[in-house]
Protein backbone atom coordinates (compact mmCIF):
# COMPACT_ATOMS: atom_id res chain seq x y z
CA UNK A 1 0.00 0.00 0.00
CA UNK A 2 2.93 2.09 -0.91
CA UNK A 3 1.09 4.71 -3.28
CA UNK A 4 -1.31 5.53 0.42
CA UNK A 5 1.70 7.15 1.75
CA UNK A 6 1.47 9.74 -0.19
CA UNK A 7 -1.67 11.11 0.70
CA UNK A 8 -1.55 13.60 3.90
CA UNK A 9 -3.64 14.22 6.13
CA UNK A 10 -6.31 16.94 4.89
CA UNK A 11 -6.24 14.97 1.89
CA UNK A 12 -7.45 11.68 3.90
CA UNK A 13 -9.84 13.71 6.03
CA UNK A 14 -11.57 14.78 3.10
CA UNK A 15 -11.31 11.40 1.36
CA UNK A 16 -12.97 10.34 4.52
CA UNK A 17 -15.92 12.77 4.87
CA UNK A 18 -16.60 12.29 0.90
CA UNK A 19 -17.14 8.93 1.72
CA UNK A 20 -19.49 9.73 4.89
CA UNK A 21 -21.33 12.04 2.71
CA UNK A 22 -21.27 9.48 -0.20
CA UNK A 23 -23.12 6.21 2.22
CA UNK A 24 -25.25 9.04 3.69
CA UNK A 25 -27.03 9.74 0.32
CA UNK A 26 -27.01 6.42 -1.04
CA UNK A 27 -29.10 5.54 2.00
CA UNK A 28 -31.50 8.63 1.60
CA UNK A 29 -32.14 7.72 -1.75
CA UNK A 30 -32.69 4.33 -1.26
CA UNK A 31 -35.26 4.71 1.85
CA UNK A 32 -36.72 6.99 -0.48
CA UNK A 33 -36.86 4.68 -3.44
CA UNK A 34 -38.21 1.96 -1.10
CA UNK A 35 -40.81 4.42 0.59
CA UNK A 36 -41.85 5.87 -3.19
CA UNK A 37 -41.88 2.34 -4.77
CA UNK A 38 -44.45 1.19 -2.23
CA UNK A 39 -46.54 4.56 -1.46
CA UNK A 40 -50.19 3.76 -2.01
CA UNK A 41 -50.82 6.03 -4.96
CA UNK A 42 -54.34 6.33 -6.51
CA UNK A 43 -52.79 6.52 -10.11
CA UNK A 44 -51.28 2.95 -9.80
CA UNK A 45 -54.39 1.25 -9.54
CA UNK A 46 -56.57 3.76 -12.65
CA UNK A 47 -53.89 2.37 -14.62
CA UNK A 48 -53.48 -1.21 -13.91
CA UNK A 49 -54.58 -3.42 -16.07
CA UNK A 50 -55.94 -5.03 -13.65
CA UNK A 51 -58.43 -2.53 -12.51
CA UNK A 52 -62.16 -3.74 -13.95
CA UNK A 53 -64.21 -0.88 -15.60
CA UNK A 54 -66.62 0.78 -13.27
CA UNK A 55 -69.02 1.67 -16.43
CA UNK A 56 -71.75 -0.33 -14.92
CA UNK A 57 -71.66 1.40 -11.80
CA UNK A 58 -72.74 4.60 -12.90
CA UNK A 59 -75.79 5.28 -10.69
CA UNK A 60 -79.30 4.84 -13.43
CA UNK A 61 -80.63 8.76 -13.89
CA UNK A 62 -83.45 8.73 -11.31
CA UNK A 63 -82.61 6.17 -8.80
CA UNK A 64 -82.17 8.78 -5.55
CA UNK A 65 -83.41 11.97 -4.62
CA UNK A 66 -86.42 14.28 -5.38
CA UNK A 67 -87.92 13.72 -8.25
CA UNK A 68 -86.36 16.39 -11.50
CA UNK A 69 -88.15 19.64 -10.59
CA UNK A 70 -91.06 20.75 -13.15
CA UNK A 71 -89.55 17.71 -14.91
CA UNK A 72 -91.73 15.29 -16.75
CA UNK A 73 -90.47 11.72 -16.62
CA UNK A 74 -93.43 10.37 -19.53
CA UNK A 75 -91.04 9.90 -21.69
CA UNK A 76 -89.30 7.87 -19.69
CA UNK A 77 -85.16 8.31 -19.04
CA UNK A 78 -82.70 8.70 -21.77
CA UNK A 79 -80.33 6.21 -22.05
CA UNK A 80 -76.91 6.72 -19.56
CA UNK A 81 -74.61 8.18 -21.38
CA UNK A 82 -71.32 5.66 -21.62
CA UNK A 83 -67.96 7.27 -21.00
CA UNK A 84 -64.98 5.89 -23.36
CA UNK A 85 -61.83 7.21 -22.79
CA UNK A 86 -59.95 9.10 -25.27
CA UNK A 87 -56.67 10.21 -25.02
CA UNK A 88 -56.45 13.20 -26.98
CA UNK A 89 -53.14 15.29 -28.35
CA UNK A 90 -50.75 12.27 -28.96
CA UNK A 91 -47.75 12.63 -31.28
CA UNK A 92 -46.03 9.30 -33.05
CA UNK A 93 -42.80 8.87 -35.17
CA UNK A 94 -44.60 10.64 -38.36
CA UNK A 95 -43.61 13.84 -36.20
CA UNK A 96 -41.65 14.27 -33.13
CA UNK A 97 -43.03 11.87 -30.96
CA UNK A 98 -41.09 8.11 -30.38
CA UNK A 99 -43.17 5.29 -31.08
CA UNK A 100 -45.66 3.87 -34.06
CA UNK A 101 -49.72 3.44 -33.78
CA UNK A 102 -48.53 0.02 -32.49
CA UNK A 103 -46.04 1.00 -29.81
CA UNK A 104 -49.53 3.61 -28.72
CA UNK A 105 -52.38 1.03 -28.75
CA UNK A 106 -50.41 -0.97 -26.55
CA UNK A 107 -49.99 1.63 -24.19
CA UNK A 108 -53.74 2.38 -24.67
CA UNK A 109 -54.72 -1.13 -23.74
CA UNK A 110 -52.01 -1.11 -20.37
CA UNK A 111 -54.16 2.33 -19.62
CA UNK A 112 -57.80 1.44 -20.81
CA UNK A 113 -58.03 4.19 -23.26
CA UNK A 114 -60.30 3.12 -26.18
CA UNK A 115 -59.31 6.24 -28.41
CA UNK A 116 -56.38 7.64 -28.97
CA UNK A 117 -56.90 11.04 -31.08
CA UNK A 118 -53.17 11.35 -32.85
CA UNK A 119 -52.38 15.18 -33.36
CA UNK A 120 -49.06 15.02 -35.33
CA UNK A 121 -47.33 18.02 -36.15
CA UNK A 122 -48.34 19.23 -39.87
CA UNK A 123 -48.68 16.13 -40.93
CA UNK A 124 -50.98 13.04 -40.99
CA UNK A 125 -50.17 9.77 -42.07
CA UNK A 126 -52.56 6.77 -42.73
CA UNK A 127 -55.85 6.15 -42.13
CA UNK A 128 -58.28 5.98 -39.21
CA UNK A 129 -57.81 2.46 -37.49
CA UNK A 130 -58.59 0.08 -35.44
CA UNK A 131 -55.72 -1.38 -34.09
CA UNK A 132 -55.14 -3.86 -31.47
CA UNK A 133 -58.32 -2.88 -30.21
CA UNK A 134 -58.11 0.65 -30.06
CA UNK A 135 -59.17 3.12 -32.18
CA UNK A 136 -57.02 5.86 -33.91
CA UNK A 137 -57.90 8.88 -35.40
CA UNK A 138 -56.21 11.25 -37.10
CA UNK A 139 -55.86 15.18 -36.27
CA UNK A 140 -53.13 17.66 -36.39
CA UNK A 141 -51.08 19.98 -34.06
CA UNK A 142 -50.64 22.88 -36.80
CA UNK A 143 -47.97 25.26 -36.74
CA UNK A 144 -49.70 28.69 -37.24
CA UNK A 145 -48.82 32.33 -36.89
CA UNK A 146 -50.64 32.63 -33.37
CA UNK A 147 -49.10 29.51 -31.81
CA UNK A 148 -50.06 25.42 -32.35
CA UNK A 149 -53.36 24.42 -32.93
CA UNK A 150 -54.98 21.63 -32.54
CA UNK A 151 -57.39 20.48 -34.94
CA UNK A 152 -59.45 17.47 -34.60
CA UNK A 153 -62.25 16.26 -37.25
CA UNK A 154 -60.96 18.26 -40.57
CA UNK A 155 -61.62 17.21 -43.89
CA UNK A 156 -58.49 17.96 -44.24
CA UNK A 157 -54.95 19.23 -42.93
CA UNK A 158 -54.64 23.17 -43.06
CA UNK A 159 -52.11 24.57 -45.72
CA UNK A 160 -49.17 26.70 -44.90
CA UNK A 161 -50.88 29.99 -46.45
CA UNK A 162 -53.89 29.25 -44.14
CA UNK A 163 -51.86 28.64 -41.01
CA UNK A 164 -50.38 31.69 -41.89
CA UNK A 165 -53.56 33.98 -42.85
CA UNK A 166 -56.54 32.76 -40.92
CA UNK A 167 -55.88 29.47 -39.08
CA UNK A 168 -59.06 29.85 -37.26
CA UNK A 169 -61.66 30.11 -40.13
CA UNK A 170 -59.65 27.89 -42.13
CA UNK A 171 -60.24 25.44 -40.19
CA UNK A 172 -63.63 25.85 -39.40
CA UNK A 173 -63.66 26.03 -43.51
CA UNK A 174 -62.62 22.11 -43.25
CA UNK A 175 -64.81 21.40 -40.50
CA UNK A 176 -62.35 21.16 -37.91
CA UNK A 177 -62.75 21.96 -34.49
CA UNK A 178 -59.97 24.28 -33.45
CA UNK A 179 -58.46 24.37 -30.01
CA UNK A 180 -55.08 26.46 -28.70
CA UNK A 181 -52.55 23.98 -27.82
CA UNK A 182 -50.66 24.65 -24.32
CA UNK A 183 -52.44 28.05 -24.41
CA UNK A 184 -50.44 28.73 -21.19
CA UNK A 185 -47.00 28.85 -23.03
CA UNK A 186 -47.58 30.35 -26.07
CA UNK A 187 -48.70 33.92 -26.96
CA UNK A 188 -52.03 33.37 -25.65
CA UNK A 189 -52.93 37.33 -26.88
CA UNK A 190 -53.16 36.52 -30.93
CA UNK A 191 -55.89 33.73 -30.10
CA UNK A 192 -57.93 35.87 -27.25
CA UNK A 193 -57.91 38.93 -30.01
CA UNK A 194 -59.57 36.47 -32.64
CA UNK A 195 -62.35 35.80 -30.35
CA UNK A 196 -63.27 32.81 -32.19
CA UNK A 197 -61.38 29.66 -31.62
CA UNK A 198 -63.65 26.78 -30.45
CA UNK A 199 -62.15 24.60 -28.03
CA UNK A 200 -59.18 25.35 -25.88
CA UNK A 201 -56.46 23.00 -24.09
CA UNK A 202 -57.11 23.62 -20.29
CA UNK A 203 -54.22 21.29 -19.34
CA UNK A 204 -51.02 20.44 -21.20
CA UNK A 205 -48.98 17.41 -19.57
CA UNK A 206 -45.58 18.79 -21.50
CA UNK A 207 -46.45 22.35 -19.91
CA UNK A 208 -46.04 21.14 -16.42
CA UNK A 209 -42.93 19.25 -17.24
CA UNK A 210 -41.50 22.39 -18.83
CA UNK A 211 -42.15 24.49 -15.53
CA UNK A 212 -40.64 21.77 -13.61
CA UNK A 213 -37.63 21.92 -15.30
CA UNK A 214 -36.72 25.39 -14.90
CA UNK A 215 -35.10 27.12 -12.58
CA UNK A 216 -34.43 26.03 -9.53
CA UNK A 217 -35.23 22.89 -10.71
CA UNK A 218 -36.00 21.13 -7.95
CA UNK A 219 -39.87 20.03 -9.31
CA UNK A 220 -37.65 18.52 -12.09
CA UNK A 221 -34.70 17.34 -9.66
CA UNK A 222 -37.26 15.20 -7.57
CA UNK A 223 -39.66 14.07 -10.24
CA UNK A 224 -36.22 12.31 -11.56
CA UNK A 225 -35.08 11.19 -8.80
CA UNK A 226 -38.20 9.66 -7.85
CA UNK A 227 -39.16 7.72 -11.73
CA UNK A 228 -37.08 4.75 -11.66
CA UNK A 229 -39.01 4.05 -8.60
CA UNK A 230 -42.84 4.97 -9.45
CA UNK A 231 -43.07 6.33 -13.02
CA UNK A 232 -47.09 7.54 -12.48
CA UNK A 233 -45.86 8.96 -8.68
CA UNK A 234 -42.76 11.00 -10.42
CA UNK A 235 -45.10 12.51 -12.95
CA UNK A 236 -47.84 13.57 -10.73
CA UNK A 237 -45.52 15.02 -8.19
CA UNK A 238 -45.21 17.95 -11.38
CA UNK A 239 -49.06 18.21 -11.64
CA UNK A 240 -50.74 21.57 -10.74
CA UNK A 241 -54.03 22.77 -11.76
CA UNK A 242 -54.22 24.98 -14.65
CA UNK A 243 -55.74 28.41 -13.04
CA UNK A 244 -54.49 30.45 -15.40
CA UNK A 245 -55.73 28.55 -18.03
CA UNK A 246 -58.90 27.71 -16.35
CA UNK A 247 -59.46 31.69 -16.20
CA UNK A 248 -58.87 32.23 -19.87
CA UNK A 249 -61.20 29.71 -20.57
CA UNK A 250 -63.79 30.89 -18.80
CA UNK A 251 -63.26 33.97 -20.10
CA UNK A 252 -63.63 33.04 -23.40
CA UNK A 253 -66.66 31.28 -22.53
CA UNK A 254 -68.41 34.11 -21.62
CA UNK A 255 -70.43 34.59 -25.10
CA UNK A 256 -69.99 31.22 -27.29
CA UNK A 257 -69.08 27.51 -26.31
CA UNK A 258 -65.44 26.71 -26.06
CA UNK A 259 -64.92 23.39 -25.89
CA UNK A 260 -62.14 22.31 -22.52
CA UNK A 261 -60.12 19.56 -23.24
CA UNK A 262 -57.00 17.92 -21.63
CA UNK A 263 -53.80 17.11 -23.28
CA UNK A 264 -51.40 14.68 -22.68
CA UNK A 265 -49.14 15.82 -25.30
CA UNK A 266 -47.56 12.56 -25.13
CA UNK A 267 -44.28 11.81 -27.39
CA UNK A 268 -42.76 8.64 -25.90
CA UNK A 269 -41.01 10.40 -23.26
CA UNK A 270 -41.81 9.86 -20.03
CA UNK A 271 -43.58 6.42 -21.88
CA UNK A 272 -46.93 6.52 -23.82
CA UNK A 273 -47.89 4.02 -20.82
CA UNK A 274 -47.36 6.60 -18.10
CA UNK A 275 -48.37 9.63 -20.19
CA UNK A 276 -51.66 8.30 -21.21
CA UNK A 277 -52.51 6.99 -17.79
CA UNK A 278 -51.78 10.66 -16.05
CA UNK A 279 -54.07 12.53 -18.55
CA UNK A 280 -56.76 11.76 -20.35
CA UNK A 281 -60.67 12.76 -21.21
CA UNK A 282 -64.15 10.79 -20.85
CA UNK A 283 -66.54 11.51 -23.77
CA UNK A 284 -69.66 10.48 -23.36
CA UNK A 285 -71.98 8.43 -25.94
CA UNK A 286 -75.11 7.05 -26.60
CA UNK A 287 -74.24 3.56 -27.83
CA UNK A 288 -71.11 1.80 -27.22
CA UNK A 289 -68.40 1.66 -29.95
CA UNK A 290 -68.96 -0.76 -32.44
CA UNK A 291 -66.07 -1.49 -33.73
CA UNK A 292 -67.35 0.51 -37.56
CA UNK A 293 -64.80 3.37 -37.81
CA UNK A 294 -66.56 5.94 -40.00
CA UNK A 295 -69.95 5.50 -37.37
CA UNK A 296 -67.51 5.54 -34.19
CA UNK A 297 -65.93 8.14 -35.47
CA UNK A 298 -68.96 10.37 -35.99
CA UNK A 299 -70.18 9.45 -32.07
CA UNK A 300 -66.64 10.66 -31.09
CA UNK A 301 -66.40 14.07 -33.39
CA UNK A 302 -70.09 14.77 -32.38
CA UNK A 303 -69.68 14.58 -28.50
CA UNK A 304 -66.78 17.13 -28.85
CA UNK A 305 -67.83 19.38 -30.70
CA UNK A 306 -70.51 19.80 -28.20
CA UNK A 307 -68.43 19.70 -25.42
CA UNK A 308 -69.50 16.27 -24.39
CA UNK A 309 -67.04 15.48 -22.04
CA UNK A 310 -64.82 15.63 -19.02
CA UNK A 311 -61.17 16.04 -18.73
CA UNK A 312 -59.56 13.83 -15.85
CA UNK A 313 -56.55 14.14 -14.40
CA UNK A 314 -56.54 10.30 -14.05
CA UNK A 315 -53.33 10.06 -12.19
CA UNK A 316 -54.80 10.95 -9.23
CA UNK A 317 -58.02 8.38 -9.33
CA UNK A 318 -59.77 6.38 -11.98
CA UNK A 319 -62.71 9.10 -13.52
CA UNK A 320 -64.87 6.60 -15.84
CA UNK A 321 -67.52 6.84 -12.71
CA UNK A 322 -67.66 10.16 -12.70
CA UNK A 323 -71.02 12.01 -14.25
CA UNK A 324 -72.33 15.44 -14.01
CA UNK A 325 -75.39 16.30 -15.55
CA UNK A 326 -78.82 18.32 -15.29
CA UNK A 327 -82.07 17.77 -14.79
CA UNK A 328 -84.13 20.59 -15.94
CA UNK A 329 -87.72 21.25 -17.50
CA UNK A 330 -86.72 18.83 -20.53
CA UNK A 331 -84.80 15.96 -18.75
CA UNK A 332 -81.77 14.78 -18.40
CA UNK A 333 -79.05 16.82 -19.74
CA UNK A 334 -75.24 15.95 -20.15
CA UNK A 335 -72.08 18.25 -19.98
CA UNK A 336 -71.84 20.61 -23.10
CA UNK A 337 -75.31 20.72 -23.35
CA UNK A 338 -78.27 23.38 -22.20
CA UNK A 339 -80.88 22.54 -19.46
CA UNK A 340 -84.01 24.90 -18.94
CA UNK A 341 -84.74 26.59 -15.72
CA UNK A 342 -85.67 25.63 -13.27
CA UNK A 343 -82.48 22.47 -13.11
CA UNK A 344 -80.98 20.72 -10.83
CA UNK A 345 -76.78 19.91 -11.09
CA UNK A 346 -76.05 16.68 -10.40
CA UNK A 347 -71.85 15.35 -9.49
CA UNK A 348 -71.60 11.86 -9.30
CA UNK A 349 -69.05 9.31 -8.68
CA UNK A 350 -66.83 11.32 -7.11
CA UNK A 351 -66.43 9.03 -3.58
CA UNK A 352 -63.90 9.55 -0.95
CA UNK A 353 -61.51 12.52 -0.48
CA UNK A 354 -63.02 14.29 -3.41
CA UNK A 355 -64.31 17.60 -2.45
CA UNK A 356 -65.91 19.60 -5.75
CA UNK A 357 -66.52 23.21 -6.60
CA UNK A 358 -69.53 24.30 -8.97
CA UNK A 359 -68.78 27.56 -11.14
CA UNK A 360 -71.15 30.19 -12.40
CA UNK A 361 -69.86 31.89 -15.50
CA UNK A 362 -65.94 31.72 -13.79
CA UNK A 363 -67.59 32.34 -10.13
CA UNK A 364 -67.74 29.30 -7.35
CA UNK A 365 -70.98 29.41 -6.44
CA UNK A 366 -70.95 26.19 -4.16
CA UNK A 367 -68.66 23.68 -2.33
CA UNK A 368 -69.11 19.73 -1.71
CA UNK A 369 -67.48 16.74 -0.87
CA UNK A 370 -68.06 13.79 -2.54
CA UNK A 371 -71.77 13.98 -4.42
CA UNK A 372 -73.54 16.50 -4.84
CA UNK A 373 -77.34 17.90 -6.22
CA UNK A 374 -77.51 21.36 -6.86
CA UNK A 375 -80.28 23.55 -7.74
CA UNK A 376 -79.42 26.06 -10.37
CA UNK A 377 -81.67 28.81 -9.96
CA UNK A 378 -79.63 31.58 -12.19
CA UNK A 379 -78.95 32.06 -16.03
CA UNK A 380 -75.24 30.84 -16.74
CA UNK A 381 -72.65 28.29 -17.89
CA UNK A 382 -72.08 25.86 -14.69
CA UNK A 383 -69.17 23.97 -15.07
CA UNK A 384 -67.72 21.44 -12.48
CA UNK A 385 -64.25 20.96 -10.85
CA UNK A 386 -62.81 18.38 -8.33
CA UNK A 387 -60.17 17.75 -6.40
CA UNK A 388 -58.76 15.08 -4.17
CA UNK A 389 -56.02 14.31 -1.37
CA UNK A 390 -53.45 12.07 -2.09
CA UNK A 391 -50.84 10.76 -0.76
CA UNK A 392 -47.33 11.94 -1.49
CA UNK A 393 -43.72 11.62 -0.40
CA UNK A 394 -43.86 14.18 2.44
CA UNK A 395 -47.56 13.64 3.32
CA UNK A 396 -50.32 14.46 1.51
CA UNK A 397 -51.98 17.17 -1.09
CA UNK A 398 -55.25 18.58 -2.78
CA UNK A 399 -54.68 17.45 -6.48
CA UNK A 400 -56.60 18.36 -9.17
CA UNK A 401 -58.71 15.88 -10.50
CA UNK A 402 -62.02 16.35 -12.66
CA UNK A 403 -62.77 19.51 -15.00
CA UNK A 404 -66.21 18.64 -16.77
CA UNK A 405 -67.67 20.95 -19.65
CA UNK A 406 -70.20 23.55 -18.78
CA UNK A 407 -74.07 22.92 -18.87
CA UNK A 408 -75.79 26.28 -19.97
CA UNK A 409 -78.60 26.71 -17.78
CA UNK A 410 -81.38 29.17 -19.84
ZN1 LIG B 1 -47.29 22.11 -29.25
ZN1 LIG C 1 -47.92 18.53 -29.06
Not at 289 to 318: H, M, N, P, W, Y
Not at 319 to 343: K, L
Amino acid sequence: MAYRTDIDKPQRRWLKWTGVAALMVFFAYGSAFVRILFLDFPGASASSPKATPPVLEVPPVFDAGPKPDGGSLDAGPAPIPLPVRVALHVHTSVSDGRGTVRDIAEAARATKTDVVWLTDHDVTEGDDRVENGVLFLHGAEQTTKFGHLLVFGADRLLTKAERYSDPLSAARSVHGLAGPAHGDRTSYVGWANSGQFDALEIYNLATDAIRAASFPWTGIAWAALAYPANALYALSSIMESPDELLRRWDGASVDRDVVGFCGTDAHGIPSYAVALGAVTNYFFVDAPLTGDVSKDRDQLRAALRAGRLICALEVFGDARGVTVFAVGGTGRVEVGGTAHRPATLHVRGGGANVAGTILRDGEVVHRFDGDTAYRALDKGRYRVELSRRVPTFWGSRVAPWVFANPITVR
